[in-house]
């Protein structure tokens, strides 16, 4: 096992040329906005350290049909391929890259990880899926994004439909030229049938780490061994290097027992998103097969998103800021051989 390791790493090491070495990946997940992206917004961003955005247009199931509706006037412009162009312009102008990652939204928020169309509707689903994920990467390469993720935890359909989702890949190769990923859940990626067809292994980073309501950060470091074991296997298995499409904790207590919660109970605690940040960034981004990753989540109008007494994700106006700058700041200089050509 530990040669198959050694020869995955060489072949990444192999494919990355190395008078173009790269820096990581620092990105912000963020969130469309009803309305137009500002310069003060991407300037916010800018001073976290962040080099880089993920653009993250929403589509909806009409689960009696089968297809998708998305780019409608029904919903946030800023989801919308005129928001998405606004917002990716106005990255661009501040040296920012992007990411184009969307996202399908399942009635009162269900997990698509676990849902399957009914054979009534599949055929009808998966033309319409084909057509929406090769719609975005029309719009991605058109926008000259360097990474397109072409989905976001689908387990139950990736497991079940791989040879759709292979051909869906060559598809999307045929019309974009960038770098691909897909975003698998924490408790999927292991077992993802597509990384051989992909450039990173994407992983939407919300391992359990600690049961405890005011965990210390050892006790976050210890709760990431395993999980950090069986990534360095992935990535040594398949060569390919590891980005966190998605990563996050609340400013809440017992925030590392299931980071995916959104649910907006709890109580506050500002250290605990600053430890469970510090004990991330000391313990896994400085491993050979880490490319960077994407912060969840963060939106316009800085001044009056997050603060003092807001449970939520984004550390905006949170001590965890200042967590985020300063390793986004150092990594973001760091030169790495991690990412491929």
């Known amino acids: 096992m530990l040669r198959v390791a050694l020869c995955g790493w060489l072949a990444v090491l192999l494919a990355c040329n190395a008078s173009d070495q790269r820096s990581y990946i620092t990105g912000i997940s963020l969130v469309a906005a009803p309305d137009s992206v500002q310069e003060a917004d991407v300037s916010a961003i800018r001073h976290t350290g962040a080099r880089w955005v993920s653009l993250m247009p929403y589509g909806f199931v009409d689960r009696q049909s089968?297809?998708?509706?998305?780019?409608?006037?029904?919903?946030?412009?800023?989801?919308?391929?005129?928001?998405?162009?606004?917002?990716?312009?106005?990255?661009?102008?501040?040296?920012?890259r992007?990411?184009?990652?969307?996202?399908?939204?399942?009635?009162?928020?269900?997990?698509?990880?676990?849902?399957?169309?009914?054979d009534s509707i599949r055929q009808v689903f998966e033309e319409s899926f084909k057509e929406y994920v090769l719609h975005y990467a029309r719009l991605a390469q058109e926008l000259k994004a360097e990474i397109f993720c072409l989905g976001t935890e689908w387990q139950a359909f990736v497991q079940t439909r791989p040879q759709y989702w292979c051909q869906l890949i060559k598809e999307v190769r045929a019309i974009y030229k960038g770098k691909l990923t897909y975003a698998a859940n924490w408790d999927e990626y292991q077992d993802c049938p597509l990384w051989q067809d992909l450039d990173y292994i994407g992983i939407n980073a919300y391992f359990p780490l600690s049961d405890k309501e005011k965990p210390t950060e050892g006790d976050l470091c210890q709760g990431w061994q395993p999980w950090k074991a069986a990534m360095a296997k992935v990535a040594?298995?398949?060569?390919?290097?590891?980005?966190?499409?998605?990563?996050?904790?609340?400013?809440?207590?017992?925030?590392?027992s299931k980071p995916w919660e959104a649910s907006?109970?709890?109580?506050?605690?500002?250290?605990?998103?600053?430890?469970?940040?510090r004990a991330m960034f000391e313990e896994v981004w400085?491993?050979?097969?880490?490319?960077?990753?994407?912060?969840?989540?963060?939106?316009?109008?800085?001044?009056?998103?997050?603060?003092?007494?807001?449970?939520?994700?984004?550390?905006?106006?949170?001590?965890?800021?200042?967590?985020?700058?300063?390793?986004?700041?150092?990594?973001?200089?760091?030169?790495?051989?991690?990412?491929?050509?």
């Not at 992007?98 to 009914?118: A, C, E, F, Q, V």
């Not at 907006?264 to 940040?277: F, H, P």
């Open 286 to 341: 400085a491993e050979p097969w880490v490319a960077g990753g994407f912060l969840w989540k963060w939106f316009v109008g800085h001044e009056r998103r997050g603060g003092q007494q807001h449970n939520g994700f984004t550390p905006q106006n949170k001590p965890a800021a200042g967590v985020l700058q300063k390793y986004y700041r150092q990594f973001a200089g760091v030169r790495s051989d991690r990412l491929p050509d």
């Open 236 to 256: 040594g298995r398949t060569g390919k290097p590891v980005l966190f499409t998605e990563y996050g904790y609340r400013s809440r207590l017992g925030n590392t």
């Open 98 to 118: 992007i990411m184009l990652k969307p996202h399908i939204w399942l009635r009162h928020g269900s997990y698509t990880g676990r849902w399957l169309p009914p």
């Open 264 to 277: 907006r109970q709890g109580e506050v605690s500002l250290e605990n998103q600053q430890l469970a940040y």
């Open 66 to 96: 089968g297809r998708l509706v998305y780019n409608s006037s029904r919903q946030w412009w800023g989801e919308t391929d005129a928001g998405i162009r606004q917002a990716a312009a106005r990255c661009r102008a501040a040296g920012l």
